[in-house]
Structure formats: C-alpha cells, structure tokens
C-alpha cells in the first residue's frame, strides 16, 4: 500500500513562492500517475497539476505558467513549485495517486 506524505506549505505573501514535496512509499512509485489537488474553504478539491509516470505534465488553466509540477522516482517524491502566489492560491493541498490521498498542507497567501 502506498503511503503519501506531503510537506512544504506555509504562509506566504502574494507574488511569492513555494515548493510542495510529497514523498511516497513504496517501491512502484515510478509506476504512478501522481496528481496536486487543493480544497479551499466552502469549495470542491480541485486537480491543480498531474504528472504521468513518463513525465508528461498536465495543468488547471488557473495554475498555467505559474506552477510546475515534477517527480524524482529515485526519491520516490513528486513536487509542486508554485510561483507568483496569489491570495486565491489559498488552500489545503493535497497529494494523490489513484484513490490514495496525503493528509494535505495548508497553503495561505496573505499579506
């Protein structure tokens, strides 16, 4: 069973950036299609970026030249750069493969 574990998140002032991390278990990493949702207060979860296990990158039109998602299969850990942060940025993120989710990161733009 894979474990997701995410880290990263924090407080951070609109124009600024972050990376989220998240670190899987599990010696099949590299055959997973890894994905960042995020779950703002009173809202749906939403994907935010999905990476497949060749590398190919797929994007919310929201996150567009801002974010980019990646992967290290020999650390087993998917990562999210998120730059040009804006306060509807904010959120609990969340790391997913299949039907298996990480605890989440919050996520908070604010000056």
């Known amino acids: 069973q894979v474990q997701l574990v995410e880290s990263g998140g924090g407080l951070v002032q609109p124009g600024g950036s972050l990376r989220l991390s998240c670190a899987a278990s599990?010696?099949?990493?590299?055959?997973?299609?890894m994905g960042w949702y995020r779950q703002a207060p009173g809202k749906e979860r939403e994907l935010v970026a999905r990476?497949?296990?060749?590398?190919?990158?797929a994007y919310v039109d929201s996150a567009k030249g801002r974010f980019t998602i990646s992967r290290d299969n020999a650390k087993n850990t998917v990562y999210l750069q998120m730059n040009s942060l804006k306060p509807e940025d904010t959120a609990v993120y969340y790391c997913?493969?299949?039907?298996?989710w990480g605890q989440g990161t919050q996520v908070t733009v604010s000056s």
């Open positions: 599990g010696r099949i990493f590299g055959m997973l299609v």
């Open positions: 997913n493969t299949g039907s298996i």
């Open positions: 990476i497949s296990e060749g590398g190919s990158t």
